[in-house]
């Protein structure tokens, strides 16, 4: 188990951490922070700057995710990210990753909830500094699940202007 959890822990946070680097830095590729916030602003995100580096410092997180430290934090970061992008972008485009849906965001979040609640394993630093076993469980799973949907929530009814909220499809 500890070896498919450390190899679930570096792919996943790998991938965030690559996502955030695109939006805070413009490294792999990416836009960098004006560039993310600009695309933030055409959904409508107010303080489309602020919002860009929140993001992208929130996927930036899977960096300490796939080391394992502060597991439960770094889960966190990942899931709000993962469940704002659900909310504003993928849900009007159903479920499958091809058509644009929710698919790929619900794997990353679900696995970073998970992980919150199974702990990150015997190869990470959380291990190491004898963290591991008081900052995971079940209870911290469905934490970082109710702080992330509650962040979320929070996130795309205050910061997102209203127009852009009415002319969604239900």
Same mark, same amino acid.
């Given at each position: 188990?500890?070896?498919?959890? +450390? +190899?679930?822990?570096?792919?996943? =946070?790998?991938?965030?951490?690559?996502? =955030?680097?695109?939006?805070?830095? =413009?490294?792999?590729? =990416?836009?960098?922070?004006?560039?993310?916030?600009?695309?933030?602003?055409?959904?409508?995100?107010?303080?489309?700057?602020?919002?860009?580096?929140?993001?992208? +410092?929130? $996927?930036?997180?899977?960096?300490?995710?796939? @080391?394992?430290?502060?597991?439960? @934090?770094?889960?966190?970061?990942?899931?709000?990210?993962?469940?704002?992008?659900?909310?504003?972008?993928?849900?009007?485009?159903?479920?499958?990753?091809?058509?644009?849906?929710? $698919?790929?965001? +619900?794997?990353?979040?679900?696995?970073?909830?998970?992980?919150?609640?199974?702990?990150?394993?015997?190869?990470?630093?959380?291990?190491?500094?004898?963290?591991?076993?008081?900052?995971?469980?079940?209870?911290?799973?469905?934490?970082? @699940?109710?702080?992330?949907?509650?962040?979320?929530?929070?996130?795309?009814?205050?910061?997102?202007?209203?127009?852009? @909220?009415?002319?969604?499809?239900?």
């Amino acid at each position: 188990m500890a070896y498919g959890l +450390l +190899l679930l822990r570096v792919v996943v =946070g790998g991938t965030m951490f690559s996502h =955030g680097a695109q939006k805070l830095f =413009g490294w792999f590729g =990416g836009h960098g922070l004006r560039g993310t916030a600009g695309f933030f602003g055409s959904l409508g995100w107010r303080m489309p700057l602020l919002m860009a580096f929140l993001a992208g +410092l929130a $996927e930036a997180s899977g960096l300490a995710f796939a @080391l394992g430290i502060v597991t439960p @934090l770094a889960a966190l970061g990942i899931a709000i990210v993962m469940l704002n992008a659900i909310i504003v972008v993928h849900w009007r485009n159903g479920f499958f990753n091809g058509d644009g849906g929710i $698919e790929f965001p +619900l794997v990353i979040a679900t696995t970073a909830i998970a992980v919150a609640a199974i702990g990150p394993g015997r190869f990470s630093i959380d291990r190491l500094i004898g963290w591991d076993d008081n900052i995971s469980g079940v209870w911290w799973g469905v934490g970082v @699940l109710a702080a992330a949907l509650a962040a979320s929530v929070v996130t795309v009814t205050v910061f997102r202007r209203r127009e852009v @909220l009415q002319e969604q499809p239900a």
